[in-house]
């Protein structure tokens, strides 16, 4: 009885025509447009102009991709620079390799740049597209199932992952598709955010902060179940250590910026009109405004009427 399982792709590549995509680079593309699309939608709600989550997109993502293939390389720096390889192909990031953590950490500090020359808090624009990021990492897992990677411990579960590459280390089978996992733990992460972020009103960076310790407490078992080559510490697996450390270090932020800062900010981008979108459909402002200019509307109808009562009192008097 053949035992069922997802097969991979027997290439990488895709062709429109004579021009070749790859499907781990086409992966990123697709969810770094997601990632701004969400994450447009959500600052618009929060008071800001269309459009600034992509400006500000235009210096997160390349220091982002930049990031994630450093931390990569460094952390696996035997893929590159040991006996045998070619340091060339640290720079082949089209073939896969990138570490969420350094994209994340480095990405931060390109939406810095971007936000300071607008005037954004930094973290009212985390806030916007932490969602957006996590969906990304959804979509972009996606390419190690185009390359052949980031798969788990051997199975026959029906829902394994046929390897067929013998290359790099690879011995042909079905295994645990961590890839999937993680893709489906990710869109879960955004779910969250989006509903904790609607219920708690989350400002000041804490629905960044969900998502990063959502994130890694998906990210700790999935690793635990990874069996490429990778550096372990006491038992662990680096990456383990990782999430358990930024995952501390999220939970912390939450707790203080909570009693710093509660509540959310109520601008979001200098000069811009109105307020956050609320629940009903107006801005915040625009609530208010028309919750305190409804008494006085009241009374100038009351002046009105007095004013025609007293004329039609006094042209009564001539008359009589």
């Given at each position: 009885m053949e035992i069922a399982y997802i097969p991979s792709p027997s290439s990488g590549v895709l062709y429109l025509g004579p021009v070749p995509l790859r499907g781990y680079a086409f992966c990123?593309?697709?969810?770094?447009?997601?990632?701004?699309?969400?994450g447009n939608?959500?600052?618009?709600?929060?008071?800001?102009?269309a459009g600034?989550?992509?400006?500000?997109?235009?210096?997160?993502?390349?220091?982002?991709l930049i990031g994630g293939r450093l931390y990569h390389v460094i952390t696996d720096y035997q893929l590159y620079?040991?006996?045998?390889?070619?340091?060339?192909d640290a720079f082949k990031i089209w073939e896969g390799g990138l570490g969420i953590w350094g994209a994340i950490a480095v990405g931060a500090l390109g939406a810095?740049?971007?936000?300071?020359?607008?005037?954004?808090?930094?973290?009212?624009?985390?806030?916007?597209?932490?969602?957006?990021?996590?969906?990304?990492?959804?979509?972009?897992r996606w390419g190690n199932w185009f390359n052949q990677e980031l798969y788990g411990r051997a199975t026959d579960l029906p829902w394994a992952v046929e390897i067929t590459s013998g290359t790099d280390g690879r011995e042909p089978g079905t295994y645990h598709p961590t890839f999937l996992y993680e893709s489906l733990w990710?869109?879960?992460?955004?779910?969250?955010?989006?509903?904790?972020?609607?219920?708690?009103?989350?400002?000041?960076?804490?629905?960044?902060a969900l998502y990063v310790a959502a994130y890694c407490v998906g990210r700790f078992w999935i690793e635990y179940m990874r069996v490429d080559e990778a550096h372990h510490i006491l038992g662990l697996r680096l990456n383990n250590w990782t999430a358990v450390l930024v995952f501390l270090l999220a939970v912390l932020y939450i707790v203080l910026s909570a009693r710093k800062r509660p509540g959310r900010e109520d601008v979001v981008e200098p000069g811009v009109s109105g307020g956050p979108v609320s629940d009903e459909g107006g801005s915040d402002e625009e609530t208010a405004s028309g919750e305190k200019d409804a008494p006085a509307a009241e009374e100038d109808s009351e002046a009105e009427a007095a004013d025609e009562d007293s004329k039609d009192g006094a042209g009564s008097a001539k008359k009589s």
């Open positions: 990123i593309i697709i969810g770094v447009f997601v990632a701004v699309w969400l939608k959500r600052w618009i709600a929060r008071g800001g102009r600034t989550v992509a400006d500000i997109a235009v210096w997160a993502v390349p220091f982002g620079f040991s006996e045998g390889r070619d340091w060339v810095w740049i971007g936000c300071r020359r607008r005037g954004i808090p930094l973290p009212a624009y985390a806030d916007a597209i932490a969602p957006g990021i996590a969906l990304a990492q959804a979509i972009g990710c869109i879960g992460v955004a779910l969250l955010v989006i509903w904790a972020d609607r219920r708690f009103k989350l400002g000041h960076g804490r629905a960044f």
